[in-house]
């Protein structure tokens, strides 16, 4: 599909809507929770009601139709990633960054390609399969081809039982034809986030650098999509704006790309402003969000697009992130560093791009995440069969998919417990595949008590 590429946030219906916003209306909010139930999803009109909820009772009811939603579209998988962080070298000068330009503080490096296998050996170690790549917006002539180095790099690693199977991608805006280089990589899912669509706020806190274009950045998915990725992740950094305003902002830029290209973004991350070495703004921000909003933004999210992964970094702390799982979240890091060469332990984290909330290692999030009914999953199968964009919406939006996700969650998760997991975990993993193969329907049950057997038999990589 093909269109101008002239779209931009129309913040006249999002300032009306915020300034007309009338108290609750208890009533309102139940009929908007019944619709949200139907899976169907929710328009402006329903969030603005939903986003004014104070009441402890109607904000459980709120959560409870969240908790719904997660569960009967994910069930209890949970997916898990590592961030990539590649290169620190920026040229933007973003005041809520450590990594800015005018940050003189940060020692800035790039790694080479040897320090990159080096680095996804440490995370192949670990357990993972999935990571996403993180580079500065270095704006040099050779920093496309760097990235993609870096991708066949990441690729190419084989180490023990395991191997990188699925590289997402997040870095600066490209043109369509260096899309259409990425696309070619075999990247999974392209991600970018506007921080914040008010276009004020934007020009204040962008200061320097091709970053300062709203548009560019902006319209970056629809030339992305254009060149051929169906999988895109968009998100907010909550605390420059009013968290209303880039919420409704968040769901224009929705609306717009299921418009234009027939689906909506893959994933959505919900970020928080966390402090950075060398920015004030981002140990103050302007618009905090409390942790109670916080959770109501999961909330709203999952049940306004039902059918979108929902993504929890480790910057929050593991009680929020427990606290998300049941509203919406659907992917998390974990084991995360935020600076270039941070897998290795010689590397020091003061050089990260912001503070984390959540310092545990792979082993102990999956411990917790096991521990608490979840499965964690490393399926990149989707992404491998062709599964993606609108092919993986049919499948979602009727259900189908958990005849795929379920059984490769269960096998991956048993694979990372044979290869990487102590007693201990080996000890809740097990119980917690066993639980939730059991409340499986029968057809998925059998495929994942086959897939599990042949992981328990030795063969690697399961997946349907």
């Not at 968009?234 to 305003?245: E, P, S």
Request: glycine residues 8%; aromatic residues 8%; charged residues 25%.
């Amino acid at each position: 599909m093909t269109h101008e590429n002239t779209f931009d946030i129309d913040e006249a219906p999002i300032h009306a809507a915020l300034s007309s916003a009338a108290s609750v209306d208890p009533a309102r909010v139940r009929d908007i929770l019944a619709k949200a139930r139907m899976l169907k999803g929710l328009n402006a009109d329903d969030i603005v009601p939903l986003m004014g909820i104070e009441s402890p009772d109607l904000l459980e009811e709120l959560f409870d139709a969240a908790r719904y939603a997660k569960d009967t579209i994910y069930g209890r998988r949970l997916v898990l990633f590592a961030p990539l962080y590649i290169s620190s070298k920026c040229s933007n000068d973003c005041a809520y960054c450590a990594f800015r330009s005018r940050n003189k503080a940060l020692v800035r490096k790039a790694l080479t390609q040897d320090e990159i296998a080096a680095e996804t050996r440490i995370l192949i170690d670990q357990g993972h399969k999935r990571v996403l790549l993180v580079a500065g917006e270095a704006n040099t002539k050779n920093s496309l081809q760097y990235v993609l180095d870096a991708i066949k790099t990441i690729y190419s690693v084989k180490h023990g039982n395991g191997e990188i199977r699925r590289v997402n991608v997040n870095i600066a805006p490209l043109n369509a034809d260096e899309f259409a280089l990425l696309k070619q990589a075999k990247i999974g899912t392209y991600q970018i986030f506007q921080e914040t669509y008010h276009h004020e706020t934007y020009r204040q806190v962008h200061l320097g650098g091709k970053k300062k274009d709203y548009l560019w950045r902006l319209q970056a998915i629809d030339r992305a999509m254009t060149a051929g990725i169906d999988d895109c992740g968009i998100g907010v950094l909550f605390g420059l704006a009013d968290w209303r305003f880039d919420l409704l902002g968040l769901m224009q830029h929705i609306r717009h790309l299921e418009t234009a290209f027939g689906v909506g973004p893959h994933t959505i991350s919900v970020p928080r402003m966390e402090p950075a070495s060398g920015s004030e703004l981002a140990s103050c921000p302007p618009h905090p969000v409390s942790d109670n909003d916080f959770r109501k933004i999961v909330a709203i999210l999952r049940l306004a697009v039902p059918y979108t992964g929902i993504i929890m970094s480790t910057r929050e702390t593991p009680q929020m992130r427990r606290d998300t799982f049941a509203l919406g979240v659907s992917q998390i890091s974990a084991g995360s560093r935020t600076n270039p060469g941070g897998y290795n332990e010689l590397v020091t984290e003061e050089m990260g791009q912001f503070s984390l909330g959540d310092h545990r290692p792979l082993g102990e999030v999956i411990r917790d995440v096991a521990g608490l009914g979840y499965i964690p999953s490393f399926c990149t199968g989707c992404y491998r069969l062709g599964r993606t964009g609108a092919d993986f919406m049919d499948l979602a939006k009727p259900g189908d998919i958990k005849q795929h996700c379920d059984p490769n969650a269960a096998s991956t998760f048993q694979e990372y417990l044979m290869d990487y997991g102590d007693e201990e975990t080996c000890a809740i993993g097990e119980r917690a595949i066993e639980d939730f193969i059991s409340n499986m329907d029968a057809a998925p049950a059998r495929y994942s008590r086959i897939m599990v057997s042949k992981v328990k038999q030795g063969k690697r990589d399961v997946y349907r």
